[in-house]
């Protein structure tokens, strides 16, 4: 953040200064950043909007409660690397297959489990 802080501080008028992780959105955009290069976008792209749109507004309650909503599937993405964790997260929701490239393999069971319940219990509260 330190970094992010300095770059943001000395930046020029036209440079955007977005995060690259999807746990530092709001902690970025209140720094100064104006968005995020999401991976969890891919699977939720309407709450990973709100959570930008109303950080950039500084109803930082509101983001702060929708990202809280997702803090275990951001983790699950990349508990076996990226994109496994977020080609298992769509292919749960039927968005794509749970195919990849070598040397790159799908997540293990376990964690497509983990994900599979991570995306029950997110539904549940939407």
Avoid at 25 to 30: E, K, V
Avoid at 58 to 73: D, L
């Amino acid at each position: 953040m330190t970094q992010i802080m300095k770059i943001i501080k000395g930046k020029p008028e036209n440079f955007s200064v977005i995060s690259g992780d999807d746990m530092l959105t709001i902690p970025i955009i209140a720094a100064g950043g104006t968005g995020v290069i999401s991976v969890l976008a891919n699977a939720f792209p309407s709450q990973c909007n709100e959570i930008v749109s109303n950080a950039l507004k500084n109803n930082f309650k509101i983001a702060r409660e929708t990202q809280f909503r997702f803090i275990e599937m951001i983790e699950l993405l990349f508990t076996e690397g990226n994109p496994a964790g977020v080609k298992a997260m769509m292919n749960t929701m039927n968005l794509c297959n749970n195919t990849l490239r070598l040397p790159l393999v799908p997540v293990s069971r376990s964690t497509y489990s983990r994900i599979q319940k991570a995306i029950e219990e997110v539904s549940r509260k939407n």
